[in-house]
Structure formats: structure tokens, C-alpha cells
């Protein structure tokens, strides 16, 4: 017998040249739940993506019911029984829940919206599966596990029959984890499908049916969750190559530079995201960070570099406290910092290059001179760089925004590296960028470090930090869970474990090598 | 040719005058069944501000005090800051200004450069105010701005209604302001220049204002543009957080940027009262500070292009006027135009996007001709 789906020979290359999708063949049967684990950027959401109709395949072929179908958009989808559980939830947040629920396939009376039908619409199937809503509640008043529920009820009104979850539980409290869960349940039991995307292996094991690891835009298994253990899991979803082609000098490591201690953080929606962090970092040295993405890893480098101000604890340059100051106190002690998110953080696009190089040093001599800045100065600094760092453009006058991801990143490293710290900060430092670009960053890393600066590696890309780091420790849920002193003797299945919480060094063995 | 319309300035001159002539070509079109001559109107509406001498000066005059308040605006908007606060500015540096000069016993080399000095110091705190909410209060801008303009309105009635305004007036207006409060001509009445002196004086009243507007214009693009604060301003503008994250003091340069922006306001409402009206009348802004934004929108916030954006409008506004006393189009009509007028100039981005647009139109399509290359070449297989 058929499957219900079949995904066959799926490949997506984005324009930008990325490969999200590698030749992936996928099936999901009919009743089941099947859980999509990988890490960020393996290419499961664009899978699913492309399932649901969102993005279309560079090439392959998918089927329902043995059938082969082309989806031009969610619409086409949703047609053949496919819609998507946004984990931004789409609607509109000053309607009512029962209007969200129809909205854009509304019971009309006259022109105007059935409202009565509305709501009786959405109290029947909120009864029928179990998943309360209160039709009248307007959207924004309302807490977040229920505008989820609006969200699959939206989808159930028009009639799907297999529902793609994408990363659901990441909003909600444990609670309302449990009542998502219980729901699922009792989709299943009406005959639904469903798809459900996740890279936490507890939420894998309790609700799947069957689990499929992706990996680097391809599927490295599918089996039955009852078979699966999450040590193998964990192996399945981070096992990479490491780069032979970065050259590290071996150097030893120098002085104690920053000190982090008892460091925690809560958020504004009252969340601990980080929980008595302890660490520190040495000269020419890269200490890499390793662990799935919204384990801490974000608050941690907001608050050592003066953008978020921490609960409690500090970090200690030079004998100077450094946490809870201005971003300029923190760069002024000698931390650089490349943000995770270069668009928002790390540069303004529609500003010049030039203008971007300087904002860590435009109000110093020689750029400040007198009551001005020295235009002359700026383009020098501009020309400098653009050269040293091999940013492609034909002047630095442009604004960032005329160039390509990979050198608008440059733009960011060329700040950084060139205003000479001791500590450098790099979160996420080769991100969405092409390869060239990639390999002359971490290049540019490594030379740092073996010129005796300290650096801070984040990044969710395993094999980066395996492969840069000298020393390397895991973070799940705000916490270190382990310290590995020579990032050259760890596997990674080792680390895969310690980043997914399934295992976990004790206070004691960590504290000698912090 | 391409070249020539590739070249930023040339474009930007383009687009202005599109703006300004299809908003005159439909005001035209109104004009045509309207009016019973129309040709008439519309000339004088097109050339009233030249056929005298004293509509030139009132031209001029509307202009200078079109730059300072769009030099208001636009040194807030540059920063993103969508500060509604110039009338408010502009009410309390007429008030003060206009004390300055009715009251403090100083001959006029003091008492002018004083008055003028109040008020930029009042238009600098009525502008710290909503800088200082938003920065450390998160205030929305917009509302604050606008709350503060009521507050400064009633405050200008009230002093003049109970305080200044003399016993005997019959209206709500202050005694005249004596010659050692009032701005002088702009040409020095030395007997070189006496002939051409009196021919100002007679008709306009363009004072020393016109120089003092040139040399705002010059601060505040050197303010904007070439130093650290300008760095400053222009990056909170472009990207806040980007600001924050290299080490930008935001909080403490916002306000600064409106405070800054509030100098501007207060010194076009000196304008007014010491150089136009001669005294503190009520409304004095009328809808003043309100235009602005317009000056502002349509020079993009560049304090260099903003005279020439007020001079422009300023023209449209001048003729609007002179259309209304010497034809038989309605003082509503003219509204209409005049708002046309402003629609247009204001839809900004018709003409960029229309031309992104079509940018993006050929992108496309040249990307097809190149992914169906290779279908075409296994169809010969």
C-alpha cells in the first residue's frame, strides 16, 4: 500500500546558494505521528515547507495517496488535506478567536461576516477535538497555548488531514506542553496525521510514532521511535566531518582575560534563560560554546557584552566588573563582539560602509577632529579595511546593503578584528554566508587567537566549534553541562549528548576545568 | 542619457518637480471647470508672487519660516523620530521672544539677540520633554509631542489673554512691538544702499531673519552630516539597535536629537512675532509647524535641500493665495489644490517603487529566459 505522502528525490537549493534540501526521500503513513528532529538549518522546515506548498522544490517529486501533485502555494495544499501549524502565529491579534479561526474562508451573510456561524463553527470542532477555545476571546488578550489551539483549529476548519507542526512546543509553558500533547492524542484518534517538527529528543520519545534525523539537508533515518534511544539520536543528528583544512598552530594558552561567574539571567516574560553561569576565558585561546540554539546561548553573549544587564553574578575584566555597563564601558575594557544577527544588531544596512566602520571609534582621534569628524579619516579606514578583509565592493561609499550576505559579514569582522581586543566575543560568526567568506572568517579567528587575543565562539554549527575551538563547553537550558578541555579529544556524539541534557558532568568534575 | 538620470541629484530634482507638476497639472484640471477664467486664475496663481513687490516679500518671508520649521522636522525625522512638537516650539519661542522684545529695557543690539536667545532656549526644553519621555519612558513620540503642543497653545492664550494683551485692546493681541524688539531689514540702512533700502522696507518685511536662516541651514547640515552627534543622530535613524550594539549612547542623543529640533521651532516662531507680525497675536502658528513636515518629507530630511523645498513650497502656498484674492476660485477650492498639491509631494515613494517595480519586472524575467535555456536544449534531445 501506498503512503499517505511521499516526498521523493526532494532537492532545494535557494537562490542565495544554499543547499536546505539534499536529495531527501521521505514517507509518512496514514494515522501516524512522526516527529522531523535535526538542528537548526538541517532542512527540516524547509522540507515541510515544501510539503505545505510555501516554497517549491528545485527538484523532485511529491505524492498523495500514490498520486502526484505540484503545490503552487498553501492553498493548492490545503486542498489536498496538507496545512501547517506556523509557530509565528498567523492572525490577526485585535480579532476574536472564532473570526481568527475562519479568517480568510469567512461564512459570509450578505457581504458582511456570519458571526453567529463563526463562532458556532468554531465551538463545534474546538468540542470535536478537544481543543478549547473561547470563540469570543479578541486574539491578543489571550494566552499563548490557546492562540495555538486557534491556530490548528484554523487549519481543522478547513479541513486538513495532516497537520505539520513546526517547532510548537518552543512558546509554550510545560503546561500547556501537556495539553498540546493530550490534543495531538486526540487528533490521532480522529483519524488525523500528523508531521512534528522538533529538535527536543524528550518530546520525540513521548508523542512520535516514528523519527526521522535530518542532517545537513539530508535524512540520515527513519525508525520507530520505539527503537530509538536518545543517545543514538543525539549521534544521528550532530555526527559531522570535521574541516581538515583549518591550520592551528598550537599555541599555550596565556592569562586568565574575563572571568564569568554565578552569572544568571531572566528574561523579560520572567523566564531564567541563563542559571549561575561560571567560566573563564584565557588569552590565545578560542573557547567554543556548543549547544542547540535557545539553550542560553543568545542572553549569554547579550549580557557579557552590555546589551542586557544580568539578574545576577558578573563578569570580570582586568578587575573591572564589565556586566550591567554600557555596550561602549564593555568595547572600552577590550571586547569585541559580532552579534548573531548582522542585519539588526551588527550593521545598518542602509548606511554606508565606511559609516559602519566606524562606530566603535568615530568619536576618538584621529576620526574626531576638533568638533567634526574627519571625512578623510573615515574613507582611509574604510579603504584599510575593505582591502585587509577582501570585502567585495567598488567603493565605501555604498550603503551595506548593496552587498552579499558574506560580506556584509566581513564588514562586521573588519570592525571587530581591527579595533585590536582582548577579548573576542563571536557569536554565530559564519552564519548564512557562502563558503568563501566562511573559511576566511574562521581563518581570521584562528589568527586571532594565535595573536593572543581570547575568544568566545557560539555557534549551533557543531563541527565550527569542534573544529575552532581549543577548549569547548556545552549549554542546555542556561546551564554548562560540561567542560571539555581538549576540544581535539571529544567526539561528537560525546558533546551531541551533553547539548541535548542526556548527560551531565557534575559540579565538581567541571570546576578544575573552567 | 542613461547616465544623466542615473546620477542621484539629477534624480532627486526629477522627482521633485514630477511631484510639484502633476499635483499643478490636476490642480489645473480642477481649476478648468471650475473657474470662468481659468487661464487667469491659474496665472496668477503661477506668477503671483513676481507681479509685486510685496507678494515677493510676503514669499520670502513665508519661506524662512517654512526652512526653520522644516529644519525642525527634518533633524528629527533623520533620527527616526517622528516628533510632532515644532507647533508647540514654535508657540512657546513666539511667546517668549515676543516678551523679550515688548518688555526688557535693553537698546536693540541687546534685546534683539536676547529675545532670540530665549526662545531658542524655551524651544530646546519644550523639545527636551518629549525626548526625555521617550528615551527613559518609552513615551510614543507622536502622542507626547502633540499633548505638549495643546499645553503650549493654552499656556501662549492664557499669558496673552490675562497678562500681555493691554487693557484697552479690543482684541487678543499685544501692544506693537517698539524698534528695539523688532528684527531689522536685511539690508543695512547705510547711505550706499539707501534707495534699495527703502524700497524693502516699504514693501516687505524680509529682516535680518534671511541671515540667519542661512547660517541654520549651514549648522544643521554640518550638525547632521559631519559630526560625531550627526554620526550619532544618523545611525539611531538607520538602525537603532545597531547603535546600542557599537556603543551609541541612545538614550541621552534621542534626546538631544528633539531638544535640538525644538531650537529650530522656537526660532520660527521669533520669526513671526518679531519679524513678520510686530506683536503676539493668538494663533499665531496657525497650521505652520504642520508644513513642516511637508518641507521635510520633500527635501528627505536633508537640512542642505530643505531651503529649496520651502522656497518651492512656499511659492505654491504665496500663489494659492493670490489666486484667492484675484479670481473667482473659491477660498475652498483652493484648499483642494493646495492639499493636492501636498498629497503629491508627499507620495514620496510613488516614484522609487514604481521603478523598483519595474526593476524587479525585468530581474525576473531575465532569470526565466535563463532557467528555460536548458529545458529548450533537452527538447533537441
Given at each position: 500500500m501506498a503512503s499517505l505522502v511521499e516526498m521523493r528525490n526532494i532537492v532545494k537549493i535557494y537562490s542565495n546558494g544554499v543547499v536546505a534540501n539534499n536529495g531527501v526521500d521521505f514517507q509518512i503513513e496514514k494515522g501516524e505521528i512522526h516527529a522531523i528532529v535535526g538542528e537548526n538549518g538541517a532542512g527540516k522546515t524547509t522540507l515541510m515547507k515544501i510539503l505545505y506548498g510555501s516554497e517549491q522544490p528545485t527538484s523532485g517529486e511529491i505524492l498523495i495517496n500514490g498520486e502526484s501533485v505540484v503545490f503552487k502555494s498553501p492553498l493548492d495544499a490545503m486542498k489536498k488535506g496538507v496545512g501547517m501549524v506556523h509557530q509565528n502565529f498567523m492572525q490577526v491579534p485585535s480579532f476574536t478567536a472564532a473570526e481568527n479561526v475562519v479568517l480568510g474562508h469567512e461564512p459570509s451573510k450578505g457581504i458582511g461576516l456570519d458571526k453567529k456561524k463563526a463562532i458556532e463553527a468554531t465551538k463545534e470542532l474546538s468540542e470535536q477535538y478537544g481543543l478549547y477555545v473561547e470563540p469570543t476571546a479578541i486574539t491578543e488578550s489571550i494566552n499563548v497555548g490557546m492562540r495555538q489551539r486557534i491556530e490548528i483549529l484554523k487549519i481543522l476548519y478547513l479541513g486538513v488531514e495532516i497537520l505539520i507542526f513546526d517547532e510548537p512546543t518552543a512558546v509554550l509553558t510545560p503546561q500547556e506542553t501537556k495539553d498540546l500533547f493530550k490534543a495531538v492524542r486526540v487528533l490521532i484518534e480522529k483519524g488525523k496525521t500528523i508531521v512534528f517538527i522538533t529538535h527536543k529528543l524528550r518530546e520525540v520519545t513521548e508523542i512520535s510514532d516514528r523519527v526521522t534525523v535530518m542532517r545537513n539537508g539530508k535524512i540520515m533515518g527513519t525508525l520507530k521511535t520505539a527503537d530509538a534511544t536518545r543517545e543514538g539520536l543525539a549521534r544521528m543528528m550532530v555526527g559531522r566531518e570535521v574541516f581538515l583544512d583549518i591550520h592551528k598552530k598550537p599555541v599555550k594558552r596565556g592569562q586568565k582575560v574575563m572571568s564569568v561567574k554565578d552569572l544568571s539571567f531572566v528574561s523579560e516574560t520572567g523566564h531564567t534563560m541563563l542559571r549561575d553561569l561560571s567560566f573563564n576565558l584565557y588569552a590565545s585561546e578560542i573557547l567554543g560554546v556548543a549547544g542547540v540554539e535557545g539553550n542560553g546561548q543568545t542572553e549569554l553573549v547579550e549580557v557579557l557584552t552590555g546589551l542586557r544587564e544580568p539578574a545576577s553574578g558578573s563578569a570580570v575584566v582586568d578587575e573591572k566588573i564589565v556586566t550591567g555597563k554600557t555596550p561602549r564601558e564593555v568595547r572600552q575594557a577590550g571586547v569585541a563582539?559580532?552579534?548573531?544577527?548582522?542585519?539588526?544588531?551588527?550593521?545598518?544596512v542602509s548606511a554606508s560602509i565606511d559609516d559602519n566602520l566606524i562606530v566603535?571609534?568615530?568619536?576618538?582621534?584621529?576620526?574626531?577632529?576638533?568638533?567634526?569628524?574627519?571625512?578623510?579619516?573615515?574613507?582611509?579606514?574604510?579603504?584599510?579595511?575593505?582591502?585587509?578583509f577582501g570585502i567585495l565592493t567598488p567603493s565605501g561609499e555604498l550603503p551595506v546593503s548593496s552587498l552579499s550576505g558574506g560580506n556584509m559579514q566581513k564588514v562586521v569582522v573588519a570592525r571587530e578584528f581591527s579595533s585590536n581586543p582582548k577579548i573576542l566575543i563571536a557569536a554565530q560568526p559564519t552564519r548564512g554566508i557562502d563558503v568563501g567568506a566562511t573559511e576566511f572568517i574562521r581563518d581570521q579567528l584562528v589568527k586571532k587567537r594565535t595573536d593572543g587575543t581570547a575568544v568566545l565562539l557560539i555557534s549551533a554549527?557543531?563541527?565550527?566549534?569542534?573544529?575552532?575551538?581549543?577548549?569547548?563547553i556545552t549549554m542546555f537550558e542556561g546551564e554548562i553541562t560540561g567542560v571539555f578541555?581538549?576540544?581535539?579529544?571529544?567526539?561528537?556524539?560525546?558533546?551531541?549528548?551533553?547539548?541535548?541534557?542526556?548527560?551531565?558532568?557534575?559540579?565538581?568534575?567541571?570546576?578544575?576545568?573552567? | 542619457m542613461k547616465k544623466f538620470f542615473s546620477n542621484?541629484?539629477?534624480?532627486e530634482v526629477l522627482r521633485i518637480f514630477i511631484a510639484?507638476?502633476?499635483?499643478?497639472?490636476l490642480g489645473f484640471i480642477i481649476t478648468l471647470f471650475i473657474s470662468k477664467d481659468p487661464i487667469g486664475a491659474y496665472k496668477a496663481f503661477l506668477t503671483g508672487p513676481f507681479t509685486k513687490f510685496n507678494r515677493f516679500g510676503d514669499w520670502i518671508e513665508e519661506s524662512i519660516t517654512l526652512t526653520l520649521v522644516g529644519l525642525s522636522v527634518a533633524i528629527a525625522f533623520k533620527a527616526n523620530m517622528f516628533s510632532m512638537g515644532t507647533q508647540g516650539q514654535l508657540v512657546l519661542g513666539a511667546l517668549v521672544s515676543g516678551v523679550v522684545a515688548l518688555y526688557v529695557p535693553l537698546p536693540a543690539t541687546l534685546r534683539i539677540p536676547l529675545?532670540?536667545?530665549?526662545?531658542?532656549?524655551?524651544?530646546?526644553?519644550?523639545?527636551?520633554?518629549?525626548?526625555?519621555?521617550?528615551?527613559h519612558l518609552n513615551a510614543n513620540e507622536i502622542v507626547s509631542t502633540l499633548m505638549l503642543n495643546t499645553i503650549a497653545i493654552k499656556i501662549y492664550d492664557y499669558l496673552l489673554v490675562f497678562y500681555i494683551k493691554p487693557e484697552d485692546a479690543g482684541y487678543n493681541v499685544s501692544a506693537i512691538f517698539p524698534p528695539e524688539g523688532t528684527l531689522p531689514s536685511f539690508i543695512p540702512n547705510v547711505p550706499f544702499f539707501n534707495n534699495i533700502y527703502t524700497l524693502f522696507t516699504k514693501n516687505t518685511d524680509i529682516t535680518i531673519m534671511l541671515y540667519i536662516v542661512i547660517l541654520a541651514v549651514i549648522v544643521a547640515y554640518y550638525l547632521v552630516f559631519k559630526t560625531p552627534f550627526g554620526y550619532k543622530l544618523r545611525m539611531i535613524g538607520s538602525n537603532i539597535k545597531f547603535a546600542r550594539y557599537g556603543g551609541i549612547d541612545t538614550k541621552k542623543t534621542m534626546i538631544l536629537v528633539f531638544a535640538i529640533s525644538g531650537v529650530y521651532g522656537a526660532l520660527a516662531g521669533a520669526h513671526m512675532t518679531m519679524g513678520i507680525q510686530h506683536s503676539i497675536i493668538t494663533n499665531i502658528s496657525i497650521s505652520m509647524a504642520f508644513e513642516g513636515i511637508i518641507v521635510a518629507i520633500l527635501a528627505r530630511n536633508n537640512p542642505l535641500y530643505v531651503p529649496l523645498t520651502a522656497l518651492a513650497y512656499g511659492y505654491l502656498r504665496a500663489g494659492a493665495n493670490i489666486m484667492e484674492r484675484s479670481s473667482d476660485m473659491s477660498r475652498e477650492m483652493i484648499a483642494i489644490i493646495q492639499a493636492l498639491i501636498i498629497l503629491f509631494v508627499t507620495a514620496e515613494q510613488i516614484l522609487p517603487t514604481v521603478q523598483k517595480r519595474i526593476e524587479e519586472r525585468k530581474e525576473q524575467n531575465s532569470n526565466k529566459e535563463e532557467s528555460s535555456l536548458p529545458d529548450g536544449g533537452s527538447h533537441e534531445l
Open positions: 563582539h559580532i552579534p548573531e544577527d548582522r542585519l539588526s544588531n551588527g550593521l545598518s566603535d571609534r568615530f568619536f576618538k582621534p584621529p576620526f574626531k577632529k576638533g568638533l567634526v569628524i574627519d571625512q578623510q579619516v573615515v574613507e582611509n579606514n574604510g579603504k584599510e579595511l575593505i582591502k585587509e554549527d557543531l563541527s565550527e566549534v569542534m573544529s575552532l575551538s581549543d577548549r569547548i578541555p581538549d576540544a581535539s579529544k571529544v567526539g561528537e556524539e560525546e558533546l551531541g549528548c551533553y547539548m541535548l541534557g542526556v548527560k551531565r558532568q557534575t559540579a565538581e568534575e567541571m570546576e578544575a576545568l573552567l | 542621484p541629484a539629477v534624480r510639484i507638476g502633476s499635483a499643478l497639472l529675545a532670540l536667545i530665549c526662545a531658542m532656549a524655551v524651544g530646546f526644553i519644550w523639545g527636551w520633554i518629549p525626548g526625555y519621555l521617550k528615551a
